[in-house]
């Protein structure tokens, strides 16, 4: 059985009083339990890995862990700007976002680096969340599967069945951040689509990789979309930046 994962993406948000404010509202939030079964993640931007370490270790916020929305390809050296999986996990990280469609927009990010990127993550013992996803005008002309296929098959031949320790994250490129989400049977229709995908290779492999969909999960579409049976949770971007939101989501 797949546990359900919520993970909030908060992108380049936050400051040192907001975060603060955010883990104590969310750790009050989840004082009272959470459903079982189920794990949470939040990646601040970089600067802010640390306070949010310290943050979740001072209010014994068990449930919720760190992640971090990058991480170099790789492993250290002369590449100013970059940050060493090694480090991030390091800073008490447990997931790395690679391959968001933000970096591959605007930072030119390929299948074949982003398959490098989770290796790293892999390597230094966190679990990489692997975005994928197509634009509309890919989907308004029918080759919304055929992409995604494409980047998922990239990535299988890199990472083989190290894929069952990764997660991967359908994040239809049109639904990020414009408030027009995919309906639950579209994103589910996808994900099985991925993990028929993932059987053609291993079986094992499909059964075990965690599916996550993001672009614009609110509270009041969670519940319909984490009920199909494909959907193992989410990324989630915007509403992630509300801890009321991101707790309600935690909870749907
Ligand atoms: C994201 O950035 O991964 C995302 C899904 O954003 P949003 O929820 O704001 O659409």
């Known amino acids: 059985m797949r546990p359900l994962i919520v993970i909030g993406n908060w992108k380049m948000n936050g400051n040192l009083a907001s975060n603060e404010d955010w883990i104590k ?3 009050r939030g989840m004082e009272s339990g959470m459903p079982s079964g189920r794990k949470f993640a939040v990646c601040p931007p970089f600067p802010y890995l640390t306070q949010c370490a310290s943050l979740i270790k001072e209010h014994s916020l068990a449930f919720l862990s760190l992640g971090a929305q990058d991480a170099s390809a790789d492993i250290a050296g002369a590449y100013t700007g970059e940050v060493a999986a090694s480090s991030l996990k390091e800073m008490g990280c447990s997931y790395v ?3 968001h469609s933000e970096r591959r927009q605007l930072h030119h990010e390929v299948d074949e680096l982003v398959a490098a990127k989770a290796l790293q993550v ?3 013992g966190m679990t990489p969340i692997i975005c994928v996803g197509e634009t509309a005008d890919e989907r308004n002309s029918g ?4 992409v995604v296929r494409g980047q998922v098959a990239k990535q299988l031949t890199v990472l083989q069945d ?8 359908y994040e239809p ?3 990020i951040g414009t408030g027009k989400v995919a309906t639950a049977q579209v994103a589910q229709d996808m994900h099985r689509a991925i993990r028929l995908q993932l059987a053609e290779f291993d079986e094992d492999v499909a059964s075990h ?12 579409n969670a519940v319909e979309l984490f009920a199909m049976p494909d959907i193992d949770g989410g990324l989630v971007g915007g509403a992630s930046l509300d801890p009321q939101d991101f707790l309600a989501i935690c909870k749907a």
């Open 122 to 124: 892999l390597d230094s």
């Open 25 to 27: 509202t969310v750790a």
């Open 143 to 146: 080759r919304a599967v055929e």
């Open 162 to 169: 190290r894929l069952a320790d990764c997660l991967i994250a």
């Open 173 to 175: 490129v049109w639904a």
């Open 97 to 99: 976002i690679v391959g």
């Open 209 to 220: 990789v965690g599916i996550l969909y993001g672009g614009s999960v609110k509270p009041d």
